[in-house]
């Protein structure tokens, strides 16, 4: 049986970026209960499984239908079905194959990944009722709140949202004046007089303080500013390490307002509340004290903080924020139900990445920027303490500052109603239509924290020694390590779940370090590294095939000498090549280092007796791709310039690789060919 997935034409594709739209931006909520990096489309994925169900005839209208509702004969295809996938990450391919009712084994080296995913699995599969998550989440924030609200509340003035500070620099900090915007209102603090004052916003390039007539501008860029802030730590108060406040946004009825550190009284509160979270901090410091003061290990990305003297993971957190985090994790712990309290735990390793050091204020909207926005360990010159309970006083579960643990609860609280009524908007010819999908977790589905180098250590007598499909999303060359950058959550989900001291977490990141495929991409022999290592992966996963398996995978990368050591790789194995499609990829974003906004899905077979691979069907797809940017939907992920010639080229390379995978091509003829094709490409488009 030849399957759609080898013969995809331009309208199965058009119709594939046109529900990859409905996700540009915002995820299925499912996708956003928790922080992971590079996550592919789910309706990519999700098509990819269809087709791979579907027959090679399935017209447009048939592929659609499937799309949203499997036909009786469709779902028992899935339920005989068993799937693989080696690099789960954050869990979109297990998701959304538990959604259409495969058999799945999803595997990964970093314990992170896995507990995202079986949270998620846990919402798909009804397995934690909506009504139940609520009410207990709604009991976790009040009896956490009766304990720190005293670190939090400013008597008369209101509660504390955000505090502004700055990390010192030989006892002096410098500060851009302009603190943020409400509504047509901006709000300084006087480089000069250090008063905070207000002014309407008019569009003036300069603003005068009312007292001492300073000069000040609403700008971000510190470079424009008239005058900094200058100020020695003395003058104010330490929230956390090398942390030194100089404003605070509170919330009082319905009004946000800034207020001055230099005022004797804001002052005085503030260090009365930094002195009572310590104290809280030594008395749970006994019950924490192997898991609270772990050492942050030394690598690529967390070298930044390091170098700054923040060598533990407690010292990313303010004094407020640790004990917060400290009681919640005491609560938490104490619910009877796992199922419910890793949700919870979810939603506090979540909130992390707004309620730390790590995050900064975007004055303009108000709001935090999270950390890992750009995918690295980075600590911003001014960071920003946000209250990680802040809630209004009528309805616990309604957030008042983006990022905190009320707003990951929310977002918990979505995808229950999402599962229950599971759509995506889809706009075709300026129409928005909704399209109703169908949830069917009826199949059975494994989940273990392993590398594929472990896969023998893995005997059990309820899952196949052989798969029908591997479908996954392997390691790029280049890429960060994810064993680093999701050591901030590993921390946190430790305080509830308490499976490692100081000792046997660095073990456990030493582990996981070693045995990551991840080229750093300082090294010289990075290629070499690449091809050898994804060599080893290939050939195992072959070897978990059964006779007529597929291998499908996504690949990009800018260079040409990645996608030859992706060549190198897949030749050793032994792979027979079906085909390959660009698809919508990665949405990079402004901060994003991806050039790229399209993938490869490359498609391979372990046997093809069936029929000769015909090199007409890779001639077809790059064929396809003038077609196909004349669909506007299309066009937006190809972007125009450096990225459309980004695309073309891995789209070229792709191609090469393909054609030359059963034959043995130096990178000099590979690239020679690549070129000969880009060119080709260039002038069809």
């Known amino acids: 049986m030849t399957?759609?997935?080898?013969?995809?034409?331009?309208?199965?594709?058009?119709?594939?970026?046109?529900?990859?739209?409905?996700?540009?931006?915002r995820r299925k909520p499912i996708y956003e209960i928790h922080k992971w990096w590079a996550r592919r489309y789910s309706n990519v994925i999700r098509a990819a499984l269809i087709a791979y169900l579907l027959d090679a005839n399935v017209d447009i209208n048939d592929f659609r239908r499937a799309f949203q509702h499997l036909g009786k004969e469709l779902k028992y295809e899935a339920s005989r079905t068993w799937i693989f996938d080696p690099f789960i990450g954050g869990g979109t391919i297990v998701t959304e194959a538990c959604m259409l009712g495969f058999n799945v084994v999803g595997i990964d080296i970093n314990p992170v990944a896995t507990f995202i995913t079986r949270s998620q699995l846990s919402l798909?599969?009804?397995?934690?009722?909506?009504?139940?998550?609520?009410?207990?989440?709604?009991?976790?924030?009040?009896?956490a709140?009766?304990?720190?609200?005293?670190?939090?509340?400013?008597?008369?003035?209101?509660?504390?949202?955000?505090?502004?500070?700055?990390?010192?620099?030989?006892?002096?900090?410098?500060?851009?004046?302009?603190?943020?915007?409400?509504?047509?209102?901006?709000?300084?603090?006087?480089?000069?007089?250090?008063?905070?004052?207000?002014?309407e916003d008019n569009s003036q390039n300069l603003y005068s303080c009312p007292e001492c007539r300073t000069k000040v501008k609403a700008?971000?860029?510190?470079?424009?500013?008239?005058?900094?802030?200058?100020?020695?730590?003395?003058?104010?108060?330490?929230?956390?390490?090398?942390?030194?406040?100089?404003?605070?946004?509170?919330?009082?009825?319905?009004?946000?307002?800034?207020?001055?550190?230099?005022?004797?009284?804001?002052?005085?509160?503030?260090?009365?509340?930094?002195n009572h979270a310590k104290l809280l901090i030594k008395k749970l410091s006994k019950q924490y004290q192997d898991i609270m003061y772990i050492e942050i290990p030394q690598g690529i990305e967390t070298l930044r903080v390091k170098k700054l003297g923040y060598d533990d993971f407690s010292k990313l957190f303010s004094y407020c924020q640790l004990a917060t985090y400290l009681v919640l994790a005491e609560e938490i712990r104490r619910v009877?139900?796992?199922?419910?309290?890793?949700?919870?735990?979810?939603?506090?390793?979540?909130?992390?990445?707004?309620?730390?050091?790590?995050?900064?204020?975007?004055?303009?909207?108000?709001?935090?920027?999270?950390?890992?926005?750009?995918?690295?360990?980075?600590?911003?010159?001014?960071?920003?303490?946000?209250?990680?309970?802040?809630?209004?006083?009528?309805?616990?579960?309604?957030?008042?500052?983006?990022?905190?643990?009320?707003?990951?609860?929310?977002?918990?609280?979505?995808?229950?109603?999402?599962?229950?009524?599971?759509?995506?908007?889809?706009?075709?010819?300026?129409?928005?239509?909704?399209?109703?999908?169908?949830?069917?977790?009826i199949g059975k589905v494994y989940i273990f924290n392993l590398a594929v180098q472990e896969l023998q250590s893995l005997n059990t007598s309820?899952?196949?020694?052989?798969?029908d499909l591997i479908i996954t999303d392997p390691p790029y060359i280049d890429t960060q390590y994810y064993s680093e950058l999701s050591l901030i959550f590993m921390y946190v989900q430790n305080l509830v779940l308490?499976?490692?001291?100081?000792?046997?977490?660095?073990?456990?990141?030493?582990?996981?370090?070693?045995?990551?495929?991840?080229?750093?991409?300082?090294?010289?022999?990075?290629y070499e590294s690449y091809a050898k290592c994804m060599s080893m992966i290939f050939r195992k996963l072959k070897s978990l095939l059964k006779d007529y398996g597929y291998l499908i995978f996504t690949f990009h990368y800018p260079k040409t000498k990645g996608w030859y050591a992706l060549y190198k790789s897949i030749a050793s194995a032994g792979?027979?090549?079906?085909?390959?499609?660009?698809?919508?990829?990665?949405?990079?974003g402004k901060l994003g280092r991806s050039s790229v906004l399209t993938d490869i899905l490359l498609v391979f077979k372990k046997n093809n007796d069936e029929k000769i691979f015909k090199e007409e069907d890779l001639t077809m797809s790059l064929q396809l791709m003038p077609y196909l940017l004349r669909n506007n939907n299309v066009r937006k992920f190809f972007g125009e310039g450096y990225k459309l010639k980004s695309a073309l080229l891995n789209a070229a390379c792709a191609y090469t690789l393909m054609r030359n995978v059963r034959n043995n091509i130096s990178f000099k003829e590979f690239k020679k060919e690549v070129k000969t094709i880009m060119s080709t490409l260039e002038q069809a488009i």
């Open 462 to 467: 309820f899952i196949p020694k052989n798969f």
């Open 145 to 199: 709140w009766n304990k720190v609200k005293h670190l939090w509340l400013f008597p008369s003035n209101g509660m504390k949202l955000y505090t502004f500070a700055a990390i010192s620099k030989e006892g002096i900090c410098r500060v851009n004046p302009y603190l943020g915007k409400h509504g047509k209102k901006l709000w300084f603090i006087c480089p000069n007089c250090r008063n905070v004052f207000t002014c």
């Open 336 to 441: 009877p139900d796992r199922e419910i309290k890793e949700l919870l735990t979810l939603a506090l390793s979540d909130s992390a990445r707004s309620c730390s050091t790590l995050a900064s204020y975007y004055q303009p909207y108000a709001k935090v920027n999270p950390a890992f926005v750009i995918k690295s360990f980075w600590l911003p010159k001014n960071p920003v303490e946000l209250n990680v309970l802040a809630h209004s006083p009528k309805d616990p579960l309604h957030p008042i500052g983006r990022g905190n643990f009320i707003s990951a609860l929310r977002k918990i609280l979505r995808a229950f109603k999402w599962v229950k009524n599971p759509k995506i908007k889809v706009r075709k010819n300026a129409v928005r239509n909704e399209l109703h999908l169908t949830i069917k977790p």
């Open 3 to 25: 399957r759609l997935i080898e013969n995809l034409d331009v309208e199965h594709l058009s119709f594939i970026y046109e529900v990859a739209l409905s996700e540009w931006g």
């Open 124 to 143: 798909i599969r009804n397995i934690v009722t909506e009504k139940v998550f609520l009410n207990r989440a709604k009991d976790i924030i009040k009896r």
């Open 575 to 588: 792979f027979i090549p079906a085909n390959f499609y660009v698809i919508p990829g990665e949405a990079s």
């Open 498 to 526: 308490q499976r490692y001291n100081a000792k046997n977490f660095v073990s456990q990141y030493q582990r996981i370090k070693d045995l990551e495929i991840a080229p750093s991409r300082l090294s010289k022999s990075k």
């Open 219 to 274: 700008t971000t860029r510190v470079k424009e500013q008239p005058s900094l802030l200058e100020f020695k730590c003395a003058d104010t108060v330490e929230i956390g390490y090398n942390m030194f406040a100089y404003a605070v946004e509170v919330y009082k009825g319905t009004e946000r307002v800034f207020l001055s550190v230099f005022d004797l009284n804001i002052r005085q509160k503030l260090k009365n509340q930094v």
